[in-house]
T-cell receptor
Framework: NAGVMQNPRHLVRRRGQEARLRCSPM?????VYWYRQLPEEGLKFMVY????????ESGMPKERFSAEFPKEGPSILRIQQVVRGDSAAYFC???????????FGDGTRLSIL | SQQGEEDPQALSIQEGENATMNCSYKTSINNLQWYRQNSGRGLVHLILIRSNEREKHSGRLRVTLDTSKKSSSLLITASRAADTASYFC??????????????FGTGTRLTIIP
């Protein structure tokens, strides 16, 4: 029973490029969450999605960031025109309907040159 | 400001000793959870305590919750080298539904000295 799978594990981009982070939830999980962690800090919520729906995006920056969780395939967190401040570890978590807690992937470490 | 703040920020103890970490939060919650994060890895869920519970045990872990003080503690007994990690509290708030965002504390970095 595979856990939450994130890829890539490490991603390097130059300023102005686009970054795409993928998350495949655990089997049977229809809820996906994205969190961002800066060095030496706790995780900050970004967005909560169900299949084809964004439920809560209160933690998403207003510009350049978007997320989707299509009917088929992984959830995607997309960052356009990346800047140095986007460098962080991005974690995805998933859960079944109405069940706590959340199961986390190992994250994508994004580095901006 | 942080919803959850933990102290101490860092803790070093000898193997076999007990480790206690504290967490405070600001708003009303449905439950509070503790997670462990090993370096370079994702978070692993340890234990969940609901707002109407005061204490919970799981193996060598003991969690308390004081909603009047908006605080929680995590006790790890008989520590082992493998317990070296960062520990985070996270609150899930308000509704009766299970699926809500987690609000994390700043974490305690625990080092167990063999």
């Amino acid at each position: 029973n595979a856990g939450v799978m994130q890829n890539p594990r490490h991603l390097v981009r130059r300023r102005g490029q686009e970054a795409r982070l993928r998350c495949s939830p655990m089997k049977g999980h229809s809820h996906v969450y994205w969190y961002r962690q800066l060095p030496e800090e706790g995780l900050k919520f970004m967005v909560y999605l169900q299949k084809e729906n964004i439920i809560d995006e209160s933690g998403m920056p207003k510009e350049r960031f978007s997320a989707e969780f299509p009917k088929e395939g992984p959830s995607i967190l997309r960052i356009q025109q990346v800047v140095r401040g986007d460098s962080a570890a991005y974690f995805c978590a998933s859960s079944p309907p109405q069940v706590r807690p959340q199961h986390f992937g190992d994250g994508t470490r994004l580095s901006i040159l | 400001s942080q919803q959850g703040e933990e102290d101490p920020q860092a803790l070093s103890i000898q193997e076999g000793e007990n480790a206690t970490m504290n967490c405070s939060y600001k708003t009303s919650i449905n439950n509070l959870q503790w997670y462990r994060q090993n370096s370079g890895r994702g978070l692993v869920h340890l234990i969940l305590i609901r707002s109407n519970e005061r204490e919970k045990h799981s193996g060598r872990l003991r969690v308390t919750l004081d909603t009047s003080k908006k605080s929680s503690s995590l006790l790890i007994t008989a520590s082992r080298a493998a317990d070296t990690a960062s520990y985070f509290c996270a609150t899930q708030g308000g509704s009766n539904f299970g699926n809500e965002k987690l609000t994390f504390g700043t974490g305690t970095r625990l080092t167990i000295i063999p």
